[in-house]
Nanobody, 126 residues
Framework: QLSLWESGGASVQPGGSLRLSCATF????????IGWIRQAPGKEREAVSC????????HYADSVRGRFTISRDSALNAVYLQMDSLKPDDTAEYYCAAHVGQGAYCDMAPTWYEYWGQGTQVWVSS
């Protein structure tokens, strides 16, 4: 069983930045494809980005492309989501999720992911 922890959520003004972190212990995150999925109240879950195991491929939702960047730090065993130029529409609970690595592949369907963290709240408001 893989346990994931997210951190970095906060309340920020429009145009601000946040960096979300996804970590685990006792397991190498490089062996998993990781997705960042968000859910706003009353809306369906939306994958905003994913990264394949060992970072060979990344994908972004159109709504965040050019503003968000996903990355890995193998030494720290973590995956990050750098979020810049935040908008009120980015307000949501953000989850990191994992799927056993399948080479240079990750999926933007939230249902593809096998393991989920508890989420971290991002609030963008003036």
């Amino acid at each position: 069983q893989l346990s994931l922890w997210e951190s970095g959520g906060a309340s920020v003004q429009p145009g601000g930045s946040l960096r979300l972190s996804c970590a685990t212990f006792g397991v190498t995150l490089d062996d998993y494809a990781i997705g960042w999925i968000r859910q706003a109240p009353g809306k369906e879950r939306e994958a905003v980005s994913c990264i394949s195991s060992r970072g060979g491929a990344t994908h972004y939702a159109d709504s965040v492309r050019g503003r968000f960047t996903i990355s890995r730090d193998s030494a720290l065993n973590a995956v990050y989501l750098q979020m810049d130029s935040l908008k009120p529409d980015d307000t949501a609970e953000y989850y990191c999720a994992a799927h056993v690595g399948q080479g240079a592949y990750c999926d933007m369907a939230p249902t593809w992911y096998e393991y989920w963290g508890q989420g971290t709240q991002v609030w963008v408001s003036s």
